[in-house]
C-alpha cells in the first residue's frame, strides 16, 4: 500500500464483517460503530489509514479500545464523542498532540473504535493493532509480551468522569486498576492505552491486521453475492479450520466483575451428529472441548460462525436454537510464542492445560 | 500562633490520643502513624504546624488521607514513603511543588497521615483540616460542602502502582471510582485529594483543627496523669455529652467493597442498667439508638470511649465486654447547614431519618 489512503465507502461493511469474526466472539459487536462511521461518510468523512512502516520513529499513537462487558456494549452505545475522552484526557495529561490512532485489537466493534477517534481528531488510524483478533484483557497485547510498559492510560465515560492509570507495577495491574473503574462506571468505558511511538508500532504491533479485516470480509461479502458458502471461503482464504457444526443446545451466560463470562453446548448436525462441543468465554471464545476433550484453545482465533450467511456470533448474541460452524483460525505467531502464551495462553485464564494448536506450523 | 511553629516532641502523644477521639471511631488507628512520628523524631526530625491563615492566597497545598477499611489499615501498615506517592504522583501531574500538606480529615491516623508527608518533602503542616472529624467518604468535605471541585485526585499503593482521577461529574463520582481503585489495590490506599490554594484553605477549611487535637490529647493525659476521669474531663473541655455507659455485648462487623460496615450493641452500666445502645458505623459511628430511639447522629462526633483510659475506641478495634462511656462531641457548624447535612447527614448514609442535634445551639 502506500504511505497513506483513504478507507473507500464499501470497504466499511466488509471492515465491520471481518472484525467481527476476528474478534473470537468478543470485541463487542461492530455494528454500531459501523452504522457510526456510515453516518460519517455521508457526511463527508473519510478516514485515512496510514501504513505502519510510513510512521516516523518518533510519531507518538494513541491506542485505543472501548472495555468492558459485550452485553453492556450492545445497551450503551459508542459514538465519536464518546470515544475521544480518553484520548483527549492523555494528550492533557502528557501535553502532546498524537500523529494517528490504532486499535488495541482488530476484533469486534473495538476494531473500528479508532475510525470514530480519527473522524474527530482528523488524525489517520494506523493499518495494525495489538492482538490481531480480540482478549478480554487490557494487559493481553503483543506490546505487554515485548514487554513495553502499559502506562499512562486513560478511562473515560459517558458523563463528565475520567481517570489516568499514571504507574503500574505491571500489566496485570494496569488490567485491575482500568477494570475496577470500568466496572463502577457501568462495565463499559472507553479507554485509551498507552501511547506508542512509531518505533513501538513498527517493531512490536500486530501489522496490517485492518486490512486483514477488510480482506475478510470481503471473503463473506463475496461469497453471498455468489450464493456460495461463506464459512467455505474464509477457511479456504485465512488457512482456517473447521471444528464442529451443531444447533446452539443451552448457553450460560453472566456480566460479572466487568466481564461476559459463560459456556454454551452445541448439539452436533451433520458429520458431528451424536458428539457434543463446549466452548466456554470470557469475553472472547477460549476454549472447545469436544465430546468432553480440549480441540481448540486460545490464542488461536475461535469463531462461532452462522452457518447459512457467515455472520461472526459473538458471546453476546449467542442464543438457542442457532446453526453454527465452529472454526479455528490461525492467531499471529507471537502469541504462540512462550512469552506470548505466559499471556494469552490457556494457563492465563487460569485453565490447566497447555495450549493445543488447531494448525500444524 | 505565630505564622509557623514546631509541633514538640511532647505534643505527638497527645496529637495522636485527641485525633482518635475527633475520628467518630474512623479514620484508622493513630498508633502507627505515631510510632512512625517518634522514629522520625529521634531521628532528629521537627514536624513544622503553619498557620492556615499565614497561606499566600497562591500558595497550593496538597490534602492527604489514607482511604479504606480500617480493619485493613491495621494488618497494612502506613510510612511516610508510602504516604508520599500519591503526592508525588499529583505533583508530577500538575508540574508543580506543594507549598504544604494538610489532613483531609483530623480523625485517626489520617490526622496524623501529613505528619509523615511533611516530614519527607520537608514542608510544613498545616493546622486545618477538611472534616474537624473523620468521615467514611471522599466526598464528605468542607471542600465539597463549599462547592470546590474535587479533580485531581490520586490514589498509590505499596507497590509501584498509582491512579489520577482527573475528571468527575461531581464529588460523588471521585468517591467511586477512587473506592473502586482502592478496594481492588486491597481496600487500604493512601490518597492525594484535589489540592488547595492558600485561599481555598483559609475560606473553606476547617481551621485549628490540628491544635484543637493536640489540646484534646493534653486534656486526657493530663486527667490520667492526676488520677482524674479524663471522659469528664473531655466532656467539660470540649463542651460534649454524655450519651450512654455501657458494656460491648455484641458487634457485628464486616470489611465489604472498601469500607468496614456494621453494628455494637451495649448493655447499660450505672444510670444506664438496664437499657440498650446500638451504634451503627461505615468506618465512623453513624447513629447511636437508645432501647430503638435514635438519640444521636451524624454529623455530631459520636465516639466510644474506654471508661477508665479515656481512650478511643475504634470501630475497627470494637470487642466484646468493653466498658465503653459513649459521648457526642459537637461538629464544626459548616456541617450542619442544609448544604452540610446534604452531604455529611444522616440521609447521605441512607438513613430515613434527620439529623438530630445532641446539643441545643
Redo the contacts between chains.
Keep these: 500500500m502506500t504511505a497513506e489512503r483513504p478507507i473507500e465507502p464499501d470497504e466499511l461493511e466488509p471492515l465491520a464483517t471481518g472484525a467481527w469474526i476476528l474478534g473470537a466472539g468478543g470485541g463487542g459487536s461492530p455494528y454500531d460503530g459501523y452504522l457510526n462511521l456510515r453516518e460519517l461518510y455521508r457526511g463527508g468523512t473519510r478516514i485515512r489509514l496510514i501504513d505502519p512502516m510510513a510512521l516516523a520513529d518518533d510519531d507518538l499513537i494513541a491506542v485505543v479500545s472501548t472495555m468492558g462487558a459485550p452485553l453492556v456494549g450492545q445497551e450503551r452505545l459508542t459514538d465519536p464523542r464518546l470515544s475521544i475522552k480518553p484520548v483527549l484526557?492523555l494528550q492533557?495529561?502528557l501535553g502532546v498532540k498524537f500523529r494517528a490512532v490504532m486499535a488495541v485489537e482488530i476484533g469486534g466493534g473495538n476494531g473500528l473504535e479508532p475510525m470514530l477517534v480519527a473522524a474527530t481528531l482528523d488524525i489517520p488510524v494506523v493499518d495494525a493493532d495489538a492482538m490481531g483478533r480480540a482478549f478480554p484483557e487490557a494487559q493481553m497485547t503483543s506490546f505487554a509480551i515485548h514487554g513495553l510498559k502499559m502506562v499512562p492510560m486513560?478511562v473515560g465515560d459517558i458523563?463528565?468522569?475520567?481517570?489516568?492509570?499514571?504507574?503500574?507495577?505491571n500489566p496485570k495491574?494496569v488490567e485491575?486498576?482500568s477494570?475496577?473503574?470500568c466496572?463502577?462506571?457501568g462495565s463499559t468505558a472507553p479507554t485509551a492505552k498507552a501511547p506508542r511511538t512509531g518505533r513501538e508500532v513498527k517493531d512490536c504491533a500486530i501489522l496490517y491486521s485492518v486490512s486483514r479485516a477488510i480482506q475478510l470480509g470481503r471473503t463473506v461479502h463475496e461469497a453471498r453475492a455468489r450464493h456460495g458458502d461463506p464459512v467455505a471461503a474464509v477457511l479456504e482464504s485465512e488457512g482456517g479450520r473447521l471444528m464442529f457444526t451443531g444447533k446452539v443446545h443451552d448457553v450460560d451466560r453472566r456480566t460479572t466483575a466487568g466481564f461476559l463470562r459463560g459456556s454454551a453446548r452445541l448439539e452436533g448436525l451433520d458429520g458431528d451428529q451424536g458428539s457434543v462441543f463446549e466452548v466456554d468465554f470470557q469475553n472472547e471464545y477460549l476454549i472447545g472441548r469436544r465430546d468432553g476433550v480440549p480441540i481448540v484453545t486460545v490464542p488461536d482465533i475461535i469463531c462461532l460462525m452462522d452457518s447459512e450467511t457467515g455472520e461472526a456470533v459473538g458471546t453476546e448474541t449467542l442464543r438457542y436454537g442457532q446453526r453454527i460452524r465452529a472454526i479455528a483460525l490461525p492467531a499471529p505467531p507471537i502469541l504462540a510464542t512462550p512469552a506470548g502464551l505466559a499471556l494469552v495462553g490457556p494457563r492465563a485464564f487460569n485453565y490447566d492445560i497447555d495450549y493445543r494448536p488447531a494448525f500444524s506450523t
Design positions: 484526557a492533557d495529561y486513560a458523563r463528565g468522569n475520567a481517570v489516568v492509570v499514571t504507574e503500574a507495577e495491574w485491575r486498576m477494570r475496577a473503574v466496572t463502577v462506571l
